[in-house]
């Protein structure tokens, strides 16, 4: 019996989400790595969204070499205790008083320390909101307000973190320069296209590559309203030179592409990927997406039927409307309208992290029926998406896709099927 095309994605998601699991990449990462074997113990410190899975892997690697730790992770991603670490859950994408208490702990411990020690430092995506300490002369409602315009306006997580580290007291290199002159390795689960370190959780252990002149034009670009005494710290320069420091990728979108590539291929299909690092509005990659669908359709290029058509990346919404949703969802609605009607052509999107903006979904599963499943409970697919309103649009269409908290995070995968 032929296997559904909706039934094949979500099964190829399952098994990127397997693959790239922070506890395996972590626990390969840690056996490669000799020199952790020069140093007696150390101190275990966790961030992002990952963070939980991370720190487990480390701890069952390095077992009592790790004399202390602390895990600072979303709400609902923290999966029980580990022995000697605390564990904090806190705000994401808004960082929260939760995210002050974990930090400023972190700091405590990492006080006073010498050459001889090392910091095992687990970055991932969501790290930027997690681990916070507002600057001098700022508050956590400033960072919170402006996090909010720059999400709200479009504008593209590189931009976001170059805002937000320069208004902190660890994103920037600054949170090295604090454990200086005792050692860091820097393990780095990659949510960020290019695998850029200065932007991946704002760089709390990586030189600061942007400047006051980029600063500028992201607050000009996006007209984000700003006092006089947030744009004085605004413009102080970050750290540009760490020499306590070394760093090491783990997992990215690269790979989540590649385990896709296989997954489909095994299913028959002729396969490409067309991109590791789309970034443009999401609606518009829905647009383009479906355009794609209709060239290979019709023409069987740039790729022969059965095609499948893999993208990663991380797409932005540009928000006016007051529904609800989240990139993902957003590009599959846009990629459903402009399929309507189409048959054998089926499009998923979804957050490996398993979590689509503010809303309990990781993505969605569309194809050529979507919009008149929608339109059988009273609604308009294009009035929906023009509200913003693309979680409601697939849940009416029973085409949400729901994995729940993951524990990993390489950015965002889109999935094109053409029977």
Same mark, same amino acid.
């Given at each position: 019996?032929?296997?559904?095309?909706?039934?094949?994605?979500?099964?190829?998601?399952?098994?990127?989400?397997?693959?790239?699991?922070?506890?395996?990449?972590?626990?390969?990462?840690?056996?490669?790595?000799?020199?952790?074997?020069?140093?007696?113990?150390?101190?275990?410190?966790?961030?992002?969204?990952?963070?939980?899975?991370?720190?487990?892997?480390?701890?069952?690697?390095?077992?009592?070499?790790?004399?202390?730790?602390?895990?600072?992770?979303?709400?609902?991603?923290?999966?029980?205790?580990?022995?000697?670490?605390?564990?904090?859950?806190?705000?994401?994408?808004?960082?929260?008083?939760?995210?002050?208490?974990?930090?400023?702990?972190?700091?405590?411990?990492?006080?006073?320390?010498?050459?001889?020690?090392?910091?095992?430092?687990?970055?991932?995506?969501?790290?930027?909101?997690?681990?916070?300490?507002?600057?001098?002369?700022?508050?956590?409602?400033?960072?919170?307000?402006?996090?909010?315009?720059?999400?709200?306006?479009?504008?593209?997580?590189?931009?976001?973190?170059?805002?937000?580290?320069?208004?902190?007291?660890?994103?920037?290199?600054?949170?090295?320069?604090?454990?200086?002159?005792?050692?860091?390795?820097?393990?780095?689960?990659?949510?960020?296209?290019?695998?850029?370190?200065?932007?991946?959780?704002?760089?709390?252990?990586?030189?600061?590559?942007?400047?006051?002149?980029?600063?500028?034009?992201?607050?000009?670009?996006?007209?984000?309203?700003?006092?006089?005494?947030?744009?004085?710290?605004?413009?102080?320069?970050?750290?540009?030179?760490?020499?306590?420091?070394?760093?090491?990728?783990?997992?990215?979108?690269?790979?989540?592409?590649?385990?896709?590539?296989?997954?489909?291929?095994?299913?028959?299909? $002729?396969?490409?990927?067309?991109? *590791?690092?789309?970034?443009?509005?999401?609606?518009?990659?829905?647009?383009?997406?479906?355009?794609?669908?209709?060239?290979?359709?019709?023409?069987?290029?740039?790729?022969?039927?059965?095609?499948?058509?893999?993208?990663?990346?991380? *797409?932005?919404?540009?928000?006016?409307?007051?529904? $609800?949703?989240?990139?993902?969802?957003?590009?599959?609605?846009?990629?459903?309208?402009?399929?309507?009607?189409?048959?054998?052509?089926?499009?998923?999107?979804?957050?490996?992290?398993?979590?689509?903006?503010?809303?309990?979904?990781?993505?969605?599963?569309?194809?050529?029926? *979507?919009?008149?499943?929608?339109?059988?409970?009273?609604?308009?697919?294009?009035?929906?998406?023009?509200? $913003?309103?693309?979680?409601?649009?697939?849940?009416?269409?029973?085409?949400?896709?729901?994995?729940?908290?993951?524990?990993? $995070?390489?950015?965002?995968?889109?999935?094109?099927?053409?029977?």
């Amino acid at each position: 019996m032929k296997t559904e095309p909706k039934a094949i994605l979500r099964g190829v998601v399952d098994e990127i989400i397997k693959e790239c699991d922070p506890y395996t990449c972590v626990r390969e990462s840690i056996e490669k790595l000799a020199k952790l074997k020069n140093f007696e113990q150390m101190i275990l410190i966790a961030i992002g969204k990952a963070a939980w899975r991370m720190a487990k892997a480390a701890k069952d690697s390095l077992r009592e070499r790790i004399k202390t730790g602390i895990v600072v992770t979303k709400y609902g991603h923290s999966e029980g205790n580990l022995d000697g670490v605390e564990i904090f859950e806190a705000g994401h994408p808004i960082p929260d008083e939760n995210s002050l208490r974990a930090t400023k702990k972190i700091l405590e411990i990492t006080s006073n320390l010498s050459e001889k020690d090392l910091v095992l430092f687990l970055v991932s995506g969501g790290g930027s909101s997690l681990f916070e300490l507002p600057q001098d002369g700022v508050g956590i409602e400033d960072i919170q307000k402006l996090t909010v315009q720059l999400l709200k306006s479009g504008a593209g997580i590189v931009e976001i973190n170059s805002i937000r580290k320069r208004l902190s007291k660890v994103k920037g290199g600054r949170f090295a320069q604090h454990v200086y002159p005792a050692r860091i390795v820097s393990l780095v689960l990659s949510d960020v296209l290019g695998d850029r370190l200065d932007t991946i959780a704002s760089g709390p252990a990586y030189p600061d590559g942007t400047t006051t002149d980029q600063v500028l034009e992201i607050l000009e670009r996006y007209d984000v309203e700003i006092s006089a005494q947030l744009l004085n710290v605004l413009l102080q320069e970050t750290t540009k030179e760490l020499s306590n420091v070394e760093t090491y990728i783990v997992g990215n979108v690269q790979k989540a592409c590649e385990v896709a590539r296989n997954s489909l291929e095994r299913f028959g299909f $002729n396969v490409i990927v067309l991109t *590791t690092q789309l970034s443009c509005e999401a609606r518009e990659a829905g647009r383009f997406f479906a355009a794609i669908a209709k060239e290979i359709s019709n023409y069987d290029r740039p790729i022969k039927k059965p095609a499948a058509v893999i993208a990663g990346g991380e *797409t932005v919404v540009h928000v006016t409307g007051s529904g $609800n949703g989240g990139r993902n969802q957003e590009l599959a609605l846009a990629f459903a309208i402009e399929v309507d009607g189409m048959k054998g052509v089926t499009l998923c999107s979804f957050g490996t992290d398993g979590t689509d903006g503010p809303t309990d979904a990781a993505g969605g599963i569309v194809d050529g029926d *979507t919009c008149e499943k929608i339109r059988k409970t009273g609604y308009s697919p294009q009035q929906l998406l023009d509200n $913003n309103d693309s979680h409601t649009a697939l849940k009416l269409a029973g085409d949400l896709l729901v994995t729940g908290p993951t524990g990993t $995070n390489v950015n965002d995968i889109m999935m094109l099927i053409v029977e």
